[in-house]
């Protein structure tokens, strides 16, 4: 019984390995063609070092409380309360910490969340890391320049990378085109 069930398995998977056409393929290769055109964001940790940084008073002194709290206290701003929340000219979101070029008009969209977001971001631009402040882990991503926090990134956004990078509009500064 044992060996006609390791029969049935292995019939099964070979079947079926057998059977798969150019699709499965062809969505693989797509997938992979859609890595590298949007590359997630590097891994940051705690050995990462930014190109501009200051001192707390200096932060401080260059941010309002509001961006203060959120771009080097890692806060969130309420939900429907940004600016870039629907607004869709065309031009450039930068940290409003660095002023480093994060995000396109071009990959913004209405994500009905309360946050601007966009399916990708200007490669180079952003990196990551893991947090766990709401038990579960999420992925946090930061202005690569100044380390400064900008929101998080989820799995759920749009064609073409299926991501949503789910921004504080507070940490943006946009410059028209």
Known sequence: MKNLLFLVVVSFSLLNSNCSNG???????????????????????????????????????????????????????RAFSGKYDHFYEKGTYYSAASLQPVFSSESKFNSGTGWPSFFTYIPGHLDTKTDFKLILPRTEYHCARCGGHQGHVFDDGPKPTGKRYCNNGVALKFIPA
């Open 23 to 77: 699709q499965s393929q062809s969505k693989t290769a797509k997938a992979m063609n859609t890595k590298q055109k949007y590359p997630d964001p590097p891994v940051a940790d705690e050995k990462t070092v930014y190109p501009v940084h200051y001192s707390d008073a200096q932060w401080k002194e260059r941010l309002t409380p509001e961006q203060y709290n959120i771009l080097r206290r890692e806060g969130t701003e």
